[in-house]
């Protein structure tokens, strides 16, 4: 499964951007694409999840802020990220994920920076 990232850059809080996840391959296992975020080489953590059904989950401390959608025709997976703080100037990244949990693969990362 590979994963290709594309968006993000520079924002000013209160601001909107919207990164992408274009997934392709065999993707015959995947259940979910999921989105984490790394902030200054921490470790990475779990900003949202959307299932190959439809089912959304957003972690609570973006939720009503962050949102996860699809493009299926074009196996495309979206984080809008709306309301921007400077706290969530991260490292962004997708994984592909199988019905064990297991990665299947991760997108290259995206630079998110929110300015004051």
């Known amino acids: 499964v590979r994963l290709a990232q594309s968006g993000g850059g520079l924002a000013q809080a209160g601001g909107s951007l919207r990164l992408s996840c274009a997934v392709s391959g065999d993707t015959d296992t995947m259940n979910s694409v999921k989105w984490f975020r790394q902030i200054d080489g921490k470790k990475r953590d779990l900003v949202g999840t959307m299932t190959t059904f439809g089912f959304e989950n957003i972690e609570d401390f973006v939720k009503g802020r962050f949102s996860i959608s699809t493009d299926n025709a074009k196996n495309t997976f979206y984080l809008q990220m709306n309301s921007l703080k400077p706290e969530d100037t991260a490292v962004y990244y997708c994984?592909?994920?199988?019905?064990?949990?297991?990665?299947?693969?991760w997108g290259q990362g995206s630079q998110v920076t929110v300015s004051s």
């Open positions: 994984s592909a994920v199988d019905h064990f949990g297991v990665s299947l693969g």
